[in-house]
T-cell receptor
Framework: NAGVIQTPRHKVTGKGQEATLWCEPI?????VFWYRQTIVQGLEFLTY????????DSGMPKERFSAQMPNQSHSTLKIQSTQPQDSAVYLC?????????????FGEGTRLSVL | AQKVTQTQTSISVMEKTTVTMDCVYE???????LFWYKQTASGEIVFLIR??????ENATVGHYSLNFQKPKSSIGLIITATQIEDSAVYFC??????????????FGQGTILKVYL
């Protein structure tokens, strides 16, 4: 069984460029989460989809960040005009979504480096 | 607002011994779920074990078990017979049970575990 797949594994962008990160959740999982991990802030929640609908984006920076889930097999996180402070590991996770006791399972992450 | 705190930054233990990692949490909800994850050196985050707040018995999976002390808002992770490969960063996380809170997990800062021979 394939786990959560994230592409690319590493991405380097110049300041001001756009970055799009991709996530393929585990087949059959209806809940998809995006997290960001940095040394200083740790693991921060960004946004959450259920059955492709955006449910909670309370962790998303108000500017430049957007997330979509156009179909049940993938979600994207887009960062416009990237800044050095956006450098982090971006993690996608999915769960069945049927019960709150189901642990989200994480992908290997995309390491974004903004030069 | 929910909050999770892991006060131990780093722990070193000898192989085959038992280690306990601490975690305390804050929530207004009467129903919540507590999770422990492990992040390996490669960056992979692996789910280990879960405790539901309404269950009195401590969860156990393999050589992982939990010490759930609800009155103290504490959920410790116990690893028995530690192995070198248990060396990793361990994260405690909480999800509130109320539907309005969604399903997001709030994580602690993590505890580095180093197991030596």
């Amino acid at each position: 069984n394939a786990g959560v797949i994230q592409t690319p594994r590493h991405k380097v962008t110049g300041k001001g460029q756009e970055a799009t990160l991709w996530c393929e959740p585990i087949s059959g999982h209806s809940a998809v989460f995006w997290y960001r991990q940095t040394i200083v802030q740790g693991l921060e929640f960004l946004t959450y989809f259920r059955n492709q609908a955006p449910i909670d984006d309370s962790g998303m920076p108000k500017e430049r960040f957007s997330a979509q889930m156009p179909n049940q097999s993938h979600s994207t996180l887009k960062i416009q005009s990237t800044q050095p402070q956006d450098s982090a590991v971006y993690l996608c996770a999915s769960s069945t979504g049927t019960n709150n006791n189901q642990a989200p399972l994480f992908g290997e992450g995309t390491r974004l480096s903004v030069l | 607002a929910q909050k999770v705190t892991q006060t131990q930054t780093s722990i070193s233990v000898m192989e085959k011994t038992t280690v306990t990692m601490d975690c305390v949490y804050e929530t207004q909800d009467s129903s919540y779920f507590l999770f422990w994850y492990k992040q390996t050196a490669s960056g992979e985050i692996v789910f280990l074990i879960r405790q539901d707040s309404y269950k009195k018995e401590n969860a156990t999976v393999g050589h992982y078990s939990l010490n759930f002390q609800k009155p103290k808002s504490s959920i410790g992770l116990i690893i028995t017979a530690t192995q070198i490969e248990d060396s990793a960063v361990y994260f405690c996380a909480m999800r509130e049970g109320a539907t309005s809170s969604g399903q997001k997990l709030v994580f602690g800062q993590g505890t580095i575990l180093k197991v030596y021979l």
